[in-house]
């Protein structure tokens, strides 16, 4: 059974940190390309960051260019986002998902795999 179990959510102030972590279980990690999207109430769901197991390029939207750093740990199957610099409108549930395309793609079609979410929340 395929698992992606996302946490490290909180509240925090504006200017704060936060770290997510994502737990994957049930496919070959390696082989997949995994991913943070974000969805705020009233908003479309953001590609936020992704990365591919395979040869490590990454992808960032430019709203998180600079401030967010995606990694992965292929040994343990975790995937992390550690946001710095929040801002209010990072605020959003956070999922984790995989794709089996293997690069690293911003479009949730791509992702097969979607773990529940976490919540951010930053104070202004």
């Known amino acids: 059974e395929v698992q992606l179990q996302a946490s490290g959510g909180g509240l925090v102030q504006a200017g704060g940190s936060l770290r997510l972590s994502c737990a994957a279980s049930g496919f070959t990690f390696d082989d997949y390309a995994i991913g943070w999207f974000r969805q705020a109430p009233g908003k479309e769901r953001e590609g936020v960051s992704c990365i591919s197991n395979s040869d490590g390029s990454t992808y960032y939207a430019d709203s998180v260019k600079g401030r967010f750093t995606i990694s992965s740990d292929n040994a343990k199957n975790m995937l992390y986002l550690q946001m710095d610099s929040l801002k209010p409108e990072d605020a959003a549930v956070y999922h984790c998902?995989?794709?089996?395309?293997?690069?690293?793609?911003?479009?949730?079609?791509?992702?097969?795999?979607w773990g529940q979410g976490t919540l951010v929340t930053v104070s202004s």
């Open positions: 998902a995989a794709s089996p395309n293997m690069a690293a793609d911003s479009a949730a079609k791509a992702y097969t795999y």
